[in-house]
């Protein structure tokens, strides 16, 4: 496929409306303001590590995507909490399994789970937990050999000013998608 068609697919998605591809510049500022604010703690727990972002920006060729409120978002985790390797804490989107996690005796703040038997590696090695964002699966896009991201708001709101819409409505948002070769 080429990248006139990939753009067209792009474009397509629900909740997609804008698509640029970005330049060797771009790409080396949205890199640099990823690095920036996974320097700092993230959650008021910890540093972070955005993996979905850091794949996107390595592949060939790196598109900025403004976003709507109609987006669909993976139901997911996109989000864990981890400390030497373990799991401490996670995203969760299935109302019966948060349910069930909470009767367990685990932690839930919204669709933050806290798993209860990993809360002693959060309070004895705090220093080594870290925040991860994982890579965004677009349905619509599996098999093409991409990844994507959702950058930190620093890096949105660099790419918002750099493609030309609203720095402040909520309902707007970004992704970064990085592909590699022809796609199908």
Not at 46 to 69: D, F, H, M, P
Not at 112 to 138: A, D, H, Q, T
Not at 145 to 168: F, H
Not at 170 to 183: F, L, S, Y
């Given at each position: 496929?080429s990248?006139?068609?990939?753009?067209?697919k792009?474009?397509?998605l629900?909740g997609?409306?804008?698509v640029?591809?970005?330049?060797?510049?771009?790409?080396?500022e949205?890199?640099?303001l990823?690095?920036?604010?996974e320097g700092?703690v993230?959650?008021g727990?910890?540093k972070?590590?955005?993996?979905?972002?850091r794949?996107?920006?390595?592949?060939?060729?790196v598109?900025a995507?403004?976003t709507n409120?109609s987006?669909?978002?993976?139901k997911?985790?996109l989000v864990?909490?981890v400390?030497?390797?373990?799991?401490?804490?996670e995203?969760?989107?299935?109302?019966?399994?948060?349910e069930?996690?909470?009767?367990e005796?685990n932690i839930?703040?919204?669709?933050l789970?806290?798993?209860?038997?990993?809360?002693?590696?959060?309070k004895?090695n705090?220093?080594k937990?870290?925040?991860i964002?994982?890579p965004l699966?677009?349905?619509?896009?599996?098999g093409?050999g991409?990844?994507a991201?959702?950058p930190s708001p620093?890096?949105?709101?660099?790419?918002?000013?750099?493609?030309g819409v609203?720095?402040?409505d909520?309902?707007?948002?970004?992704?970064?998608?990085?592909?590699?070769?022809d796609q199908?």
């Amino acid at each position: 496929m080429s990248e006139d068609n990939f753009l067209e697919k792009l474009m397509k998605l629900k909740g997609i409306v804008k698509v640029a591809l970005l330049s060797k510049e771009d790409v080396d500022e949205v890199g640099r303001l990823e690095r920036e604010a996974e320097g700092k703690v993230l959650m008021g727990l910890c540093k972070g590590v955005n993996l979905g972002v850091r794949e996107a920006l390595g592949r060939r060729r790196v598109y900025a995507c403004i976003t709507n409120s109609s987006l669909r978002w993976p139901k997911t985790s996109l989000v864990k909490i981890v400390c030497e390797g373990e799991t401490i804490g996670e995203d969760v989107y299935d109302e019966a399994e948060l349910e069930r996690l909470k009767k367990e005796g685990n932690i839930v703040v919204g669709n933050l789970v806290f798993y209860r038997e990993k809360m002693r590696l959060m309070k004895e090695n705090r220093e080594k937990m870290s925040v991860i964002m994982l890579p965004l699966r677009i349905p619509e896009l599996e098999g093409q050999g991409i990844a994507a991201g959702s950058p930190s708001p620093p890096a949105d709101l660099y790419l918002k000013r750099k493609l030309g819409v609203p720095e402040d409505d909520p309902k707007i948002g970004t992704i970064i998608i990085g592909v590699n070769g022809d796609q199908k």
